[in-house]
């Protein structure tokens, strides 16, 4: 895996958690 595939899918999980933490 190169970092770029991993930084994005770092980020897209995330985004996905981000609106759990505000409920």
């Known amino acids: 895996m190169n ?3 991993t930084l994005s899918l770092l980020y ?3 985004v ?3 609106p759990r ?3």
């Open 3 to 5: 970092w770029s595939s």
């Open 12 to 14: 897209l999980i995330f």
């Open 16 to 18: 996905c958690n981000l």
């Open 21 to 23: 933490l505000y409920l």
